[in-house]
């Protein structure tokens, strides 16, 4: 079953430009789906699209069997569309513990409840329950980031460059604790710089070159695969 | 000597507490909005009127005035924002900055045209100061200060503990991942203009207290409310109460050496040593 359907959108930040050229791409249910391609693609504006952080031009979104081409990123967010951005993703001056309440504000009967779940699934936010977000590493920060984007019992997670300046363990952390959420059924649309390990985890992968789909087809195929890899392989 | 320094240091640290209350406010309105607001001196003012009438007419205990005068300057704030400053918002920083300059004098004249520019005192018994070891000091003042700190403990608990001042520092710490989370900052920044205009005119109340109330009572404030909050780090709570205690300290301390007329120089001294030695301030999270 189809969950998001992204047809042919046209989209960009200037007026006169154009980032996204017909992008098209779908997620099903219990998939974990990788965009890929070389930088300047409109990997991320194609996320941020989803997200409703970036207005559709043309084409449309659907999102559970309904359109959302007209929603913004409040809108998409009721649906049940959690986007976790890649920079500046966390409250650094709030407490671990608070930044995990402030994700379910619309929520608040069942943020307690749900943040325990996050601390018994992430055992390392719970330990730092009460330190400054600031204060974690890069690899803790972003595991937090991923709780906040389900604090509110989201219907599919949006992940832009989770493991971008990560240490090679920590990315291996990350990519195992994204498995173990999609393997409980949580759909995930990921852009990855870090393109054939995220393809090897992946049901299937999308290569977007200068805004248009260039290739796809099951993860570890795409990573396997002898024409794709000088694409995003950074020669 | 040391008697008058002590004195001094006194006096400096009631003053700073009065202070500190403005700047409180003057430094939430910044570190959501992201803009200097002048019009706290108006607000001040506002509240410090507001309580002086229901003091003299009513007779309304403290606690009573320094609600009411919160709400009414909240309420003036809420106003006066949406109708000017938001609409310029677009425009930058420094026009919303200046506009608030000039919205400041458009308030300040309103409050002379309605009660004119008389000096009035609240309704209160005249008592003697107290007299421990060699300083002195008033009943009154040490009740300012009391009241001072509860309303501190109050704005640190509200912020701290409270769902929507939780939200309050999300949306100043990053406004569009607070949007991502479903907070909206529009509704977080008028709340921040209602509880920063508040302040002010809680803090117009205890300077009214303390002295006298005209329609200068927040700009002669203004100064010092504004080195307090830079001294302390704009946008930091806790900064706009130490940038108050030690503005106020070093003003009444600058009287031993310098004749009274240059105390509001150490406003400027303040704000021109933080901006060159460490511009975001002691306690402030980012540099301007």
């Known amino acids: ?235 | 000597m040391l008697v008058n320094l002590a004195q001094n240091l006194l006096n400096g640290l009631m003053t700073g507490m009065l202070i500190a209350i403005p700047a409180i406010g003057f430094s939430a309105i910044y570190a959501v909005l992201r803009y200097p607001n002048f019009a706290i001196a108006a607000y001040a003012t506002i509240g410090a009127f507001a309580g002086w009438w229901l003091n003299s007419t009513f007779g309304l205990g403290i606690v009573w005035i320094i609600l009411i005068a919160f709400c009414v300057s909240g309420v003036v704030g809420v106003a006066a924002e949406q109708v000017t400053l938001a609409r310029l918002r677009p425009a930058g920083v420094l026009t919303v900055a200046i506009a608030s300059i000039a919205l400041n004098l458009m308030l300040e004249n309103a409050v002379r045209f309605l009660f004119g520019n008389d000096l009035r005192g609240f309704d209160l018994a005249i008592q003697p100061d107290w007299r421990i070891l060699a300083l002195r000091i008033g009943p009154q003042q040490v009740q300012n200060m009391l009241l001072s700190l509860a309303i501190m403990a109050a704005v640190f608990l509200f912020l701290r503990y409270s769902p929507f001042g939780k939200a309050m520092r999300a949306v100043a710490d990053n406004s569009d991942l607070a949007r991502l989370k479903g907070i909206n900052p529009t509704r977080i920044a008028v709340a921040t203009i209602f509880m920063g205009a508040g302040l002010a005119g809680v803090g117009g109340v205890l300077l009214g207290l303390d002295t006298s109330i005209d329609p200068m009572t927040g700009a002669r404030i203004l100064l010092s409310i504004f080195a307090a909050a830079v001294l302390g780090g704009l946008g930091s709570i806790p900064g706009a109460v130490v940038g108050a205690l030690l503005i106020g300290m070093a003003e009444e301390v600058s009287l031993l050496a310098f004749p009274a007329t240059y105390k509001t120089a150490i406003g400027f001294v303040a704000i021109l040593l933080i901006l060159t030695l460490r511009p975001r301030g002691l306690l402030g999270e980012r540099a301007l």
Do not use: C, W
């Open chain 1, 1 to 235: 079953m189809t969950i998001l359907d992204v047809a042919k959108v046209v989209a960009g930040y200037g007026a006169a430009e154009e980032i996204l050229k017909e992008a098209s791409i779908t997620v099903d249910a219990g998939e974990i789906v990788t965009i890929i391609g070389p930088n300047g693609a409109g990997k991320s504006t194609l996320l941020k699209l989803v997200a409703g952080l970036v207005p559709v031009r043309r084409g449309t979104v659907q999102f559970g069997g309904r359109d959302v081409t007209g929603l913004d990123a409040l809108g998409r967010s009721a649906t049940g569309i959690s986007f976790v951005p890649q920079e500046r993703n966390v409250f650094g001056t709030l407490t671990v513990a608070d930044n995990l309440l402030i994700s379910a504000y619309h929520d608040r009967a069942k943020a307690v409840s749900r943040r325990e779940t996050m601390y018994e699934r992430y055992p390392l936010l719970a330990e730092k329950r009460k330190a400054l977000a600031r204060t974690l590493s890069g690899g803790q920060r972003q595991i937090l980031a991923m709780a906040m984007g389900l604090m509110s019992a989201p219907k599919m997670l949006l992940l832009d460059e989770p493991t971008a300046g990560l240490s090679p363990k920590a990315a291996d952390a990350l990519f195992d604790a994204i498995t173990a959420l999609n393997r409980e059924g949580m759909p995930i649309l990921m852009v990855e710089q870090h393109a054939v390990e995220a393809l090897e985890i992946s049901t299937r992968g999308y290569v977007l070159v200068t805004g248009r789909n260039a290739a796809n087809g099951p993860g570890p195929a795409l990573a396997a695969d002898p024409e794709i890899r000088p694409l995003f392989l950074g020669g």
